[in-house]
């Protein structure tokens, strides 16, 4: 069994939540030097695009002609002075790397298309209010910035927002489980007034037709 202090009544620490491996270690700056090395990338990063006009589709795109254009010009000269060609590996995928993301595709589209003819068929209340504060969320931050800069947002926020949840962790507990609590009291309250309502409603209309 959990502890009913922590969030969840989680027993593992964020560390093993988060793999307990080296993707752990940067996010909670076990390994600083690493962690401020891609934060500081990143922000050169998204300068760079910033300042210089650039879009994600047309530096990926430069990026790649400029790599053809070299692997080519040095195929071509390797065999005219007799030089060894550029030493590149066979690029195909094989059946089974192919079946694989086929398997995943399929697992997580029906679970996505199961979802959505839950809160269709108006089966799960509690769901249809996680996925439209969600979509809603997503709306909204998403009419406040660019992707670029919500992908450095995100990337900040993934390598900020744990570590500093570890250092505090029982302090955001207490609190988020006393939120949750209250949110449990609004929830019961709104489906006793409003979605029960709605679903009396819609029966005494059949049995009306």
Request: hydrophobic share 50%; proline share 3%; glycine share 6%.
């Amino acid at each position: 069994m959990g502890s009913p202090h922590r969030l969840f009544n989680r027993q593992r620490t964020v560390h093993q939540i988060l793999g307990g491996g080296l993707v752990a270690d940067v996010i909670l700056w076990r390994k600083k030097n690493l962690t401020v090395g891609i934060l500081l990338l990143t922000l050169a990063v998204w300068v760079v695009f910033e300042r210089s006009g650039y879009t994600l589709l047309s530096l990926v795109s430069s990026v790649f002609l400029l790599l053809v254009v070299i692997l080519f010009l040095w195929a071509k000269s390797a065999s005219i002075l007799n030089r060894p060609a550029p030493p590149l590996p066979d690029l195909h995928l094989s059946d089974e790397v192919v079946n694989e993301a086929a398997t995943f595709i399929k697992t997580h589209v029906n679970d996505l298309l199961s979802v959505s003819h839950d809160i269709a068929m108006g089966k799960d209340s509690k769901l249809f209010c996680k996925v439209a504060l969600s979509l809603g969320l997503i709306s909204f931050v998403g009419g406040l910035t660019d992707f670029l800069s919500l992908g450095y947002a995100s990337l900040f926020i993934v390598l900020t927002v744990p570590a500093l949840y570890e250092r505090h962790e029982d302090f955001v507990d207490s609190y988020c489980l006393l939120g949750y609590m209250k949110m449990q009291q609004l929830y019961v309250k709104f489906d006793r007034n409003c979605v029960n309502r709605v679903r009396n409603w819609i029966l005494e209309t059949k049995k009306l037709r």
